[in-house]
């Protein structure tokens, strides 16, 4: 089993930043890729950033690339995304996710662990 904490989070303005960690615990040699999720109210959870355990080629959604940067420290365990430029519509519930499948990226259902969540809001 592998465990997610995530921190970081809070309310910003529109415009400002705002940095998300994730620290992973338990058998972290079995993850090939962690990533992070929102979910805003009223809609579908969906991938923001992913990155796989190697660090090559990291993966971002349309709406945050130039805006978000996902890293991943492996002596720690964890995954960072900064977020920079927020706006409204990035008020979400984020949620850390990894999984063991090769994969870069994909739907929720690939993702075998996620973390509890954190809530980013973003004033206007």
């Known amino acids: 089993q592998v465990q997610l904490v995530e921190s970081?989070?809070?309310?910003?303005?529109?415009?400002?930043?705002v940095r998300l960690s994730c620290s992973a615990s338990g058998r972290t040699f079995s993850i090939y890729s962690m990533g992070w999720f929102?979910?805003?109210p009223g809609k579908e959870r969906e991938i923001v950033a992913t990155i796989r355990w190697s660090g090559v080629s990291p993966y971002y959604t349309d709406s945050v690339k130039g805006r978000f940067t996902i890293s991943r420290d492996n002596a720690k365990n964890t995954v960072s995304l900064q977020m920079n430029s927020?706006?409204?519509?990035?008020?979400?519930?984020?949620?850390?996710?990894?999984?063991r499948a090769a994969i870069l990226f994909g739907s929720r259902?690939?993702?075998?662990?996620?973390?509890?969540?954190?809530?980013?809001t973003v004033s206007s």
């Open 8 to 17: 970081g989070g809070g309310l910003v303005q529109a415009g400002g930043s």
């Open 38 to 40: 929102r979910q805003a």
């Open 86 to 99: 927020l706006k409204p519509e990035d008020t979400a519930v984020y949620y850390c996710a990894a999984t």
């Open 109 to 120: 259902s690939l993702y075998d662990y996620w973390g509890q969540g954190t809530q980013v």
